[in-house]
């Protein structure tokens, strides 16, 4: 009965791959959203969908992708892995854009 | 102006004692301040939050006070716990929804 689960829990990989995290919400809301702590635990938005629909597109490398094929599911795909892509990503929902935000576990991704 | 500023970067704190973290902003059109806590290995929770109306929220053992003049605000947490150690993050909410986080502080609570 987990509210926000993400797969894989981590993730190590070597650069130049291509990868995917899924995320898939069972609390019924409309709004999912991507954040990328780094290693000093700073925690940044990356994207955010409102009903299947991007409505925060933050200034991120273009080798991300997030793909919403329904309401409860936000999956991001990552291109062409570095170095620097190393780091937890977390996956959020709410209920409207200005609803409580919800977290997932975190995938740990460490690109080698 | 899109920075939230959160200080101490970690805080030890005896069991029993007040732990405080505070945070400060600059953008007026911020309107909902959260606080989330995360335990290692974890995802961040909300802990509580406050609207700008109000100066002070209470829930438990938890209080968010509020200085819309200043713009600064601080999570007080009373009777401090073992179990309270976590890094706590305040947040602000911009005008598109968006949620910009403070740099976090480690809290450690001593037995």
């Known amino acids: 009965d987990t509210a926000v689960s993400q797969t894989p829990k981590y993730l190590v990989t070597q650069m130049g791959n291509d990868k995917s995290i899924k995320c898939e919400q069972n609390?019924?809301?409309?709004?999912m959203y991507w954040y990328k702590q780094d290693s000093k635990k700073f925690l940044k938005i990356m994207f955010s969908?409102?009903?299947?629909?991007?409505?925060i597109n933050e200034t991120v490398p273009n080798r991300f992708s997030p793909k919403s094929p329904d309401k409860a599911h936000l999956n991001l795909h990552i291109n062409s892995l570095e170095l620097g892509d190393s780091a937890v990503y977390f996956c959020?929902?709410?209920?409207?854009?200005?609803?409580?935000?919800?977290f997932g576990p975190g995938t740990r991704l460490t690109v080698t | 102006q899109q920075q939230v500023k959160q200080s101490p970067q970690s805080l030890i704190v005896q069991k029993g004692g007040i732990s405080i973290i505070n945070c400060a902003y600059e953008?007026?059109?911020?309107?909902?301040f959260p606080w989330y806590q995360q335990f290692p290995g974890k995802g961040p929770a909300l802990l509580i939050a406050?609207?700008?109306?109000?100066s002070e929220k209470k829930e438990g053992r938890f209080t968010i006070s509020f200085n819309k003049s200043a713009k600064q605000f601080s999570l007080h947490i009373m009777d401090s716990q073992p179990g309270d150690s976590a890094t706590y993050f305040c947040?602000?909410?911009?005008?598109?929804?968006?949620?910009?986080f403070g740099s976090g502080t480690r809290l450690l609570v001593r037995p």
């Open positions: 959020a929902s709410s209920q409207a854009r200005q609803g409580e935000q919800y």
């Open positions: 969908y409102n009903n299947k629909e991007l409505i």
């Open positions: 609390l019924g809301h409309d709004t």
């Open positions: 953008n007026t059109a911020f309107d909902y």
């Open positions: 406050i609207r700008p109306d109000v």
């Open positions: 947040a602000a909410r911009d005008s598109s929804y968006k949620l910009i």
